[in-house]
């Protein structure tokens, strides 16, 4: 059993693995009686960066339940590589946590796993939040060059990335803003503003830096998505049947805005929350973030079962 670790001021996990029906799966889930929401990581990430994403989840509401995706950490690929098989690893993860039913939160390139989740186990997912998250075919954005893909996804770009997330965390932001969103030098200016002033935003810059370092136990799962991705080409998530939320930024060069778009017009009552002038993290790093999490709160209350 791994030591407890901080991902965020306050808030620690401490993974385990378990065997389920299909497989080996590292998870981590918080204390307490309330209904259970997974969290569904996105690309070189894993069970902290799973935390981390669902920060903004009451846990004295809530359980919430982190896991890595197969390839990512202590979850083996082997427990699956296509989207069909994680999001079956998933009900199978419920199950031997003995859990009935979970609402899903994704972001990124968690969301094929997790729509398809609600679409293959419709019964186990009491409401759906999509945060950025992928709907469709996916490739790596047209705006992280060569040397931003070498930083986010080497070992020594993760090194270099950490001594300069520490040392200059406004470079660090607008590398990431440069590859991930659609933004004039003026909206440049003004996010950067927002998340250097933004307590909540520095913290979540240098807690999401830490889940994508090091780099080399995720690779396997981050290279698996990227060929996954490639094959797709819409998911069908006009299947989905529980209560959907689709969040995402209008300006989002990584995961486009059309995924949102796509997702909530074929999810049947689907609510949406689109963050103006927002990047592929703006649910996190936008002045809009605030209302954003808000709505996400709302949503899970809304719908959370009863008793």
């Given at each position: 059993m791994a030591q407890a670790k901080e991902v965020l001021p306050g808030i620690s996990i401490e993974p385990k693995v378990v065997q389920t029906s299909l497989g080996q799966v590292e998870y981590d889930l918080t204390e307490g009686q309330g209904p259970v929401v997974l969290s569904c990581h996105g690309g070189i990430g894993g069970v902290d960066q799973a935390r981390v994403l669902a920060d903004w989840v009451d846990t004295g509401s809530y359980r919430v339940l982190s896991l890595s995706r197969p390839g990512y950490l202590g979850t083996p690929l082997s427990s699956g590589r296509g989207v069909e098989e994680q999001a079956d690893l998933m009900a199978a993860l419920l199950d031997a946590l003995h859990i009935d039913q979970a609402a899903v939160v994704s972001a990124s390139a968690g969301g094929p796993p997790a729509y398809m989740l609600a679409i293959r186990h419709p019964q186990r997912v009491w409401a759906l939040v999509a945060i950025d998250a992928v709907s469709g075919y996916y490739d790596m954005p047209e705006t992280a060059g060569p040397i931003a893909q070498a930083i986010f996804t080497t070992q020594w770009g993760q090194k270099l990335l950490k001594?300069?997330?520490?040392?200059?965390?406004?470079?660090?932001?607008?590398?990431?803003?440069?590859?991930?969103?659609?933004?004039?030098?003026?909206?440049?200016?003004?996010?950067?503003?927002?998340?250097?002033?933004?307590?909540?935003?520095?913290?979540?810059?240098?807690?999401?830096?830490?889940?994508m370092n090091p780099y080399q136990p995720r690779k396997a799962g981050t290279e698996n998505d990227m060929e996954q991705?490639?094959?797709?080409?819409?998911?069908?998530?006009?299947?989905?049947?529980?209560?959907?939320?689709?969040?995402?930024?209008?300006?989002?060069?990584?995961?486009?805005?059309?995924?949102?778009?796509?997702?909530?017009?074929?999810?049947?009552?689907?609510?949406?929350?689109?963050?103006?002038?927002?990047?592929?993290?703006?649910?996190?790093?936008?002045?809009?973030?605030?209302?954003?999490?808000?709505?996400?709160?709302?949503?899970?209350?809304?719908?959370?079962?009863?008793?």
């Open positions: 001594m300069i997330g520490e040392a200059r965390p406004d470079i660090f932001l607008k590398q990431i803003f440069q590859a991930e969103a659609y933004l004039t030098k003026k909206q440049m200016k003004e996010h950067l503003d927002f998340a250097m002033n933004s307590p909540m935003a520095k913290d979540f810059v240098k807690a999401f830096m830490n889940t991705y490639r094959r797709l080409h819409h998911l069908p998530v006009e299947n989905i049947t529980c209560p959907s939320l689709i969040i995402h930024g209008t300006h989002d060069a990584d995961v486009k805005f059309y995924d949102g778009v796509y997702a909530h017009e074929n999810i049947k009552n689907s609510q949406r929350f689109w963050i103006e002038e927002g990047s592929h993290l703006a649910f996190w790093l936008n002045r809009h973030a605030p209302k954003a999490r808000e709505a996400a709160r709302r949503f899970l209350e809304e719908h959370s079962p009863k008793g």
